[in-house]
């Protein structure tokens, strides 16, 4: 049976949210942000239009890499971040 992953940013929003979606649906929790600019000189090249380099933080790889081995299993991802600034930026990274 195919099911759909949603990504939320707390395990309490994930068993809460899981619950009202039921069993067609797999809620997960990226636990907040997972990329971040490392924390030295050059992250943000000036001279390449400010392209910035990210890097996932090592306190959530083991999330990112829970995530992922779900997606092997669902056929959609969704992703559920709270509707503000903080909650775009988790989703997109």
Not at 73 to 90: F, H, K, M, Q, V
């Amino acid at each position: 049976m195919s099911k759909n992953l949603v990504i939320v940013e707390s395990p309490a929003k994930a068993k809460t949210i899981s619950k009202y979606l039921g069993k067609d649906f797999d809620v997960m929790a990226s636990y907040g942000h997972v990329r971040d600019l490392p924390p030295k000189d050059g992250s943000v090249d000036p001279d390449n239009g400010f392209e910035m380099t990210w890097e996932v933080d090592p306190k959530s790889q083991k999330h990112v890499r829970a995530i992922a081995d779900a997606l092997k299993d669902d056929d959609t991802l969704i992703l559920a971040t709270d509707p503000d600034r903080e909650g775009e930026a988790i989703s997109w990274h």
